[in-house]
């Protein structure tokens, strides 16, 4: 919860300082590419820390497809949440409060975006098999001891996540749109995070019916949201061992599903409902890659998602196997 704070206080204090330099927008208009090299940056180190990972490696077999079947279920059930709870609340296709579909742009700047979209979901898939691909064939030959490694590394996430939502408050705060957004939604906004968490535990819960795994064990599963140093902890040492490594197998899928879909689910399917595909990663690692392929204002929406999600897991795991 503490890293919660502390990127939360990174992107406030970000947007408060760039909120004052407006009137010099153009100036700071690199902060766009500079935004997209951190991306690759971490997405590289993303896979370079999953390839690196003997337990990922050594479980891309049958544990791996049951991961991948929970993974299809829990993502659609919540991007189906949430397209079917945004109905009521009447926001657009992008987010927006009281705008018909109909009335949506369209036309070449729409096709050239999901061009644009495209091409960065290629270039971060690059990214993300070539870090995987170094971290199998490099780092476990380099390290002997490979926790060390993923204790650096993550010392190291820790760093670009900060200067990824310094670089994502401070667009927001050139923006300035975000405020004032959200004055017209209010409270509501709540319910597009509570909705992309009941879809993923109410799927969760239907995989466990055909499945392997009972229907505790798959909630418990579903319940990572994405957050695979915590819940395959929490199942393992509760005694569940398959549902520990299929539940981190699944988180890791998650996490690297959102980083790799965003760009194209928001323009294929809708802003808010790309916004629950990653999970917990939604506040943090691909928060950056929301505002890149959404409206800035989208952001305050995957920043909730994600947050209300990391408060689950724990609860919600527990209950499951208790």
Not at 175 to 196: C, R
Not at 255 to 279: D, R
Request: hydrophobic fraction near 50%; glycine fraction near 12%; charged fraction near 15%.
């Amino acid at each position: 919860m503490s890293l919660l704070f502390l990127y939360w206080g990174i992107m406030i204090a970000c947007y408060a300082a760039a909120s004052k330099l407006r009137h010099k927008k153009e100036t700071f208009r690199f902060t766009e590419q500079l935004t997209n090299i951190v991306i690759y940056i971490l997405v590289f180190l993303m896979g370079l820390r999953m390839g690196a990972n003997e337990e990922v490696t050594s479980n891309l077999g049958s544990i791996g497809l049951q991961a991948a079947g929970i993974t299809v279920f829990v993502v659609g059930g919540s991007i189906f949440a949430v397209h079917i709870a945004r109905k009521p609340l009447k926001l657009n296709k992008e987010g927006i409060l009281g705008l018909p579909e109909e009335e949506e742009q369209g036309g070449e700047e729409e096709r050239e975006a999901e061009s644009g979209g495209v091409k960065f979901t290629l270039i971060i898939l690059t990214f993300v098999v070539a870090g995987m691909a170094a971290g199998y064939f490099m780092i476990l030959e380099i390290f002997e001891d490979t926790d060390a490694f993923q204790d650096m590394s993550g010392d190291w996430l820790v760093v670009g996540i900060c200067i990824l939502l310094a670089l994502a408050g401070f667009n927001l705060g050139l923006e300035g749109k975000v405020i004032q957004s959200f004055k017209g939604v209010g409270i509501k906004v709540i319910f597009i995070p509570i909705a992309a968490v009941a879809g993923s535990l109410i799927m969760g819960a239907v995989y466990g019916l055909i499945s392997s795994l009972t229907v505790s064990e798959s909630i418990a599963v579903s319940a990572g949201f994405g957050w695979y140093t915590l819940a395959p902890g929490m199942l393992t040492e509760a005694g569940f061992a398959v549902a520990g490594a299929v539940s981190f197998m699944h988180n890791v899928i998650r996490e690297t599903l959102g980083i790799v879909l965003i760009p194209i689910a928001a323009k294929k399917i809708g802003y808010l409902e790309c916004t629950s595909i990653p999970g917990v990663a939604a506040m943090d690692v691909c928060l950056s890659i929301v505002e890149r392929s959404c409206r800035a204002e989208t952001v305050v929406y995957s920043f909730c998602t994600g947050a209300l999600m990391c408060v689950c897991v724990p609860v919600v795991v527990t209950l499951a196997i208790g």
